[in-house]
């Protein structure tokens, strides 16, 4: 089955974590190629003046708390109209399971990796319904295809976004809706400083999501390490498993 093509040219896109780090880089690989109007969320809309100042009225920027059901409600009440979704919002909260850690950390990640992108994909699904050709990009992890004990909890939550666009998939499989998963290593932001990998840099993560969304690609592999380890993950996922395994 063709999946759908998405053509970036005046399209109206939300993103979730929009202030920095791959968000933010999306937000100007899209722009680069045409997106009209950026609905930009972020926990801190002060966080946004510098896209603002370089985009102008391309960008509206949206205080949002993913894990806030009245802030997600009243982000989505500012939607007039809508293309695309990138839940790109998370957190990287370190622990592993045989750790006092375990429950506070695996609470903090749900709540923001998976409870926050259902609840705003959920806020958000009837704008995108109105237009015919459409997309939702998940921002998972290679983590989610295989747990890092060093981040066990971190890996659970991404695991779970890996389900729900699967889910997502499937519920949408009769529509025009590209529905992505994105799975990248190790990246240069703020959130992943104290990890000592080497790490890819989030617009290079960023123009592999929009190729992707204007090729019609369902699972991206956006950076060095992830396009290595995912022709792994296809032919053989327990060799997958076994190689974070020592990520200890």
Not at 45 to 64: D, F, H, N, R
Not at 101 to 123: K, P, R, T
Not at 150 to 172: D, F, N, P, W
């Amino acid at each position: 089955m063709e999946t759908t093509k998405i053509n970036i040219e005046g399209k109206t896109v939300f993103i979730s974590g929009a202030n920095r780090g791959i968000g933010k880089a999306i937000v100007e690989e899209l722009i680069s190629k045409g997106a009209r109007k950026i609905y930009a969320g972020a926990r801190n809309t002060e966080s946004l003046k510098t896209l603002q100042a370089k985009y102008g009225t391309i960008i509206v920027p949206i205080q949002l708390d993913v894990t806030d059901i009245a802030s997600i409600q009243a982000a989505a009440a500012q939607v007039e109209d809508l293309d695309i979704l990138v839940n790109n919002a998370g957190v990287f909260s370190i622990g592993k399971i045989f750790s006092k850690e375990a429950n506070a950390s695996l609470e903090e990640n749900l709540n923001v990796n998976v409870w926050g992108l259902i609840n705003l994909s959920n806020a958000l699904i009837e704008k995108l319904r109105k237009n015919s050709t459409t997309a939702i990009v998940n921002i998972s992890s290679l983590a989610g295809l295989g747990n890092m004990p060093m981040c066990a909890t971190y890996s659970v939550s991404k695991a779970a976004v890996h389900s729900i666009t699967q889910g997502m998939r499937g519920e949408l499989a009769n529509t025009n809706t590209l529905t992505m998963g994105v799975y990248p290593g190790p990246i240069d932001t703020d959130m992943a400083a104290d990890l000592q990998m080497d790490k890819d840099i989030p617009e290079n993560v960023a123009k592999d999501i929009v190729n992707g969304l204007i090729e019609g690609i369902e699972d991206v592999y956006p950076d060095a390490m992830s396009k290595e380890a995912s022709s792994v993950y296809i032919t053989n996922p327990k060799a997958i498993e076994q190689n974070f395994g020592t990520f200890a």
